[in-house]
Antibody, heavy 122, light 107 residues
Framework: QVQLKESGPGLVQPSETLSLTCTVS????????VSWVRQPSGKGPEWMGR???????AYNSALKSRLSISRDTSKNQVFLKMNSLQTDDTGTYYC????????????????WGQGASVTVSS | DIQMTQSPASLSASLGETVTIECRAS??????LAWYQQKPGNSPQLLIY???SLADGVPSRFSGSGSGTQYSLKINSLQSEDVASYFC?????????FGAGTKLELK
């Protein structure tokens, strides 16, 4: 059974760094890529970045200067770090499993974690 | 980035009714479009990919269509469990981008 679970602090001070962990089970990080997606309350999701199955990374250019994604395959974990947080970074942060559709190199998010609620406030 | 525009932003429908949600891309996305359902308090779930392919376990009352820049999600015979927000997402170009969502309620 494919599962993803996000963990991390619920409250972050403005200008501080957010650190989140995604722990996966039911699939291998060396076979599937994992994305981070965030969603402000009542709004559409925003793709943040991806840890490819081969260890490479891809980032949304809007966040690239602040964002870092890494992994520990021995622990089945993917990590997100984002610095210089502001109030508009408040929202729910999800990790997702990326699944390649029938078309090579095209990926959709076929499994999502429960989400980690993050509030940026002093 | 490709902009995804959904309409309507919200709609109210009766049980058994047929509902259609539209999604327009700011440029051709060659049917590289997915639809997600997000029930209140839950995370999004994949409904449709490649514009018209049903994800595993999705009821056949859901269907997707479209091409180029115009896509739609249709729900036949609306059920109470279909109350949710629905998002379209393009994966033709980086970064993948989502629509703002359509909130579906029961009348």
């Amino acid at each position: 059974q494919v599962q993803l679970k996000e963990s991390g602090p619920g409250l972050v001070q403005p200008s501080e760094t957010l650190s989140l962990t995604c722990t996966v089970s039911g699939f291998s990080l060396t076979s599937y890529s994992v994305s981070w997606v965030r969603q402000p309350s009542g709004k559409g999701p925003e793709w943040m970045g991806r840890m490819w199955y081969d260890g490479d990374t891809a980032y949304n250019s809007a966040l690239k200067s602040r964002l870092s994604i890494s992994r520990d395959t021995s622990k089945n974990q993917v990590f997100l770090k984002m610095n210089s947080l502001q109030t508009d970074d408040t929202g729910t942060y999800y990790c997702t499993r990326d699944w390649e559709t029938g078309r090579p190199y095209y990926y959709v998010m076929d499994a999502w974690g429960q989400g980690a609620s993050v509030t940026v406030s002093s | 980035d490709i902009q995804m525009t959904q309409s309507p932003a919200s709609l109210s429908a009766s049980l058994g009714e047929t509902v259609t949600i539209e999604c327009r891309a700011s440029e051709d996305i060659y049917s590289n479009l997915a639809w997600y359902q997000q029930k209140p308090g839950n995370s999004p779930q994949l409904l449709i990919y490649d514009a018209n392919s049903l994800a595993d376990g999705v009821p056949s009352r859901f269907s997707g269509s479209g091409s180029g820049t115009q896509y739609s999600l249709k729900i036949n015979s609306l059920q109470s469990e279909d109350v949710a927000s629905y998002f379209c997402q393009q994966y033709n170009n980086y970064p993948p981008t989502f629509g703002a969502g359509t909130k579906l309620e029961l009348k």
